[in-house]
């Protein structure tokens, strides 16, 4: 079975899911009050943050906009949280830590909708919304921008890397020291993704480079974790990745431990939020 034609980690989207990311597609996302509590969950959770993409690259392969307006906008405010230059130099680690913490649940969970829920949209629509093919192809084209930031400890390939749950992780468990070691890969996350919001102006068209394209699925692991990404449409291009990414400098492994504090009932492999 090709990546393509995988199902969502562990339950494929349900109607209600589909149904309700083509509305939230449409411009939901733009209301004030929904994105104030995407900024609360750093998005959404492993799932559903994952289902975002994949609906909105199934509907608009070549206009991936509503991922890439929050997720520029989350990496920003990462790149800040953790930034040693200015004003934000002054932040303690740990207070930096806080910041990193989610503070809501997930949108999408908490407006109940989940692997059984149902929906009445036609079957077509339902159909193409589930397609991971767009994703697929997306993360194909343009994997030069995220596999140098796949987190090693959610990928197990040993990887300096860390996405935003495992980072708070270690943190927590060396007192915020490792926050710089993130610090360059995160504000690379954050350049590129600004470079590529920027090329859905009409004057800079053009201009979003591979690198841009792929920081998106850079910033949606670094945000929720990498384990849906990876079971899901990165699963067959992920291969020779390990090559590509720094290693671990140092012998201990910082922060591998379990994610659990499962947001909803602990359902197995539904890639819910883990609640960080
Ligand atoms: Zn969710
Ligand atoms: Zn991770």
Not at 41 to 59: I, T
Request: aromatic fraction near 6%; charged fraction near 25%.
């Amino acid at each position: 079975m090709n990546s393509a034609a995988k199902p969502l980690t562990g339950a494929p989207l349900s109607d209600g899911e589909v149904d309700f990311l083509w509305w939230f597609i449409q411009g939901s996302l733009m209301d004030a009050d929904v994105r104030a509590r995407l900024h609360l969950h750093w998005g959404l959770c492993a799932r559903h943050s994952l289902a975002f993409f994949v609906v909105e690259s199934s509907f608009r392969p070549h206009l991936i906009h509503g991922c890439t307006i929050l997720y520029s906008e989350l990496m920003r405010r990462a790149a800040k949280h953790l930034s040693d230059e200015g004003i934000h130099s002054l932040i303690p680690d740990r207070l930096a830590l806080h910041f990193l913490r989610t503070t809501g649940p997930c949108h999408i969970c908490d407006l109940g909708y989940g692997p059984h829920s149902p929906g009445n949209a036609p079957r077509e629509r339902l159909d193409q919304g589930r397609d991971m093919s767009s994703a697929t192809r997306f993360a194909s084209e343009n994997r030069s921008g995220w596999r140098p930031h796949v987190c090693g400890i959610c990928s197990g390939s040993g990887s300096a890397a860390l996405c935003r749950p495992h980072l708070i992780a270690a943190m927590e468990a060396d007192g915020g020291k490792c926050a710089g070691e993130q610090r360059e890969l995160v504000k690379n996350i954050s350049s590129h993704m600004d470079r590529f919001d920027n090329s859905f102006r009409w004057e800079q068209r053009g201009t979003d480079t591979a690198e841009d394209r792929g920081a998106l699925i850079a910033a949606i692991g670094w945000c929720s974790g990498w384990r849906s990404l990876l079971d899901g449409p990165l699963g067959d291009l992920t291969a020779d990745a390990a090559a590509e990414q720094p290693t671990r400098s140092r012998g201990g492994r910082a922060g591998e431990q379990e994610i659990a504090l499962p947001e909803r009932p602990p359902t197995r492999n539904t890639g819910g939020s883990d609640g960080r």
